[in-house]
């Protein structure tokens, strides 16, 4: 699907609301009208880290496949990696509909979905048909009425310790009352403790070592990054994803919709989100693995990211607006880079621009 075809398809999406639009693509994707358009491997782009090979840096981000409905076709799609979630012990609904909203001349998203999800049985089920050589990984969290998030966060470890190749918790959802609380430095102090002591117990069970990432927000304040570049450090984290939504709404065109409550993603986050991560990356240094997301719309965009301090790179929202062949655009257009500075790996340009970014004001 290319050009015309990829226009119109994306045109027809958007004669309908956000939330059936998805579900429409995600049956879509399940039913194989939508082909394979994986660029050709490069092996400039490969790079192992946390024990992973990735084959290329582009990620889908968590948010799109949250029930693990279409994991290896997101991957046929040009992705190197994708993330499954957000996923919680328990099924629920998530917060009442709308929940997702459009800013089509910002090309941006606003939701508020709440961990909308089937819980860890119907994810689990759907994983252990997939490829064990598959890079999936699985972003896990925990219920709206949990009585104890910590202890589901450790569940989802275990739960899906035979199937994920890593797992990322999510705790900077800015749409589950309470949840963003667990960056503070105690609460994820004891959150890591007993999510990196259920990974090792499970690890020697299995003899295999599954990373943990941390997913963080972009509304971090200084003290904030502080505290959690602190513990992450100190318990040995595998690496960081940098960022989830953000609550601010500078600049924004349509102010209409800028008014809603929830996360905003998409290209208005790409300032914020990759000053925020080349400011974790000259807290946390230079060996911690660390993925940035935020407003990728191109290769440009993505190689920027990977200037502002980061390893590999996710997205979601852009390709709300430019459709299933941007993961394969983008792969294209950092071989062409590569091509252009005559480079060995990409990993040559990570940090060359981190100062600018570390330095930006947004």
């Keep these: 699907m290319s050009g015309p075809i990829e226009f119109l398809a994306r045109r027809g999406l958007f004669l309908f609301d956000p939330e059936t639009a998805h579900g429409l693509s995600i049956k ?12 050709p491997a490069d092996p400039r782009l490969e790079q192992t880290l946390a024990g992973l090979t990735f084959p290329n840096p582009i990620g889908m981000a968590a948010g799109y496949d949250k029930n693990a409905e279409v994991p290896e076709t997101l991957l046929r799609l040009g992705f190197g990696f994708t993330e499954i979630g957000t996923v919680t012990p328990r099924p629920q609904a998530g917060n009442e509909k709308p929940r997702i909203f459009r800013l089509v001349e910002d090309q941006a998203v606003i939701n508020r979905l709440g961990f909308n999800n089937e819980g860890h049985g119907a994810a689990l089920a759907r994983l252990k048909a997939c490829s064990r050589d598959a890079l999936i990984g699985v972003n896990i969290g925990a219920n709206k009425d949990s009585a104890d998030r910590v202890a589901d966060y450790v569940s989802g470890i275990r739960t899906f310790y035979a199937v994920a190749r890593y797992f990322t918790a999510n705790i900077s959802s800015p749409n589950t009352p309470g949840l963003r609380d667990l960056q503070g430095r105690e609460s994820l102090a004891v959150l890591l403790s007993a999510v990196l002591a259920a990974r090792d117990e499970e690890a020697k069970k299995s003899g295999r070592r ?94 920027e990211k990977i200037r502002a301090g980061a390893d590999l790179v996710q997205l979601y929202s852009c ?36 100062d ?3 330095g930006r004001k947004v």
């Excluded at 879509?28 to 660029?39: M, N, R």
């Design 319 to 354: 390709m709300v607006y430019q459709g299933p062949c941007l993961p394969s655009r983008i792969v294209r257009g950092l071989s062409a880079l590569c091509d252009r500075e005559r480079l060995t790996s990409i990993r040559e340009i990570r940090d060359s621009r981190l």
């Design 210 to 303: 599954v990373p943990v990432f941390l997913k963080i927000a972009p509304d971090l304040t200084e003290e904030g990054m502080d505290d959690i570049a602190a513990e992450v450090l100190a318990h040995d984290l595998d690496g960081l994803i940098v960022s989830n939504t953000t609550l601010a709404r500078e600049g924004l065109k349509d102010q209409r919709q800028a008014r809603e409550a929830g996360g905003l993603s998409g290209k208005p986050l790409f300032e914020k989100s990759t000053a925020v991560l080349a400011r974790m990356r000259k807290r946390v240094g230079p060996e911690l693995p660390i993925i940035g997301v935020g407003g990728v719309s191109s290769a440009e965009t993505a190689a």
């Design 28 to 39: 879509a994707l399940k039913s194989g009208l939508v082909p394979g358009s994986a660029a």
């Design 356 to 358: 600018y970014w570390a």
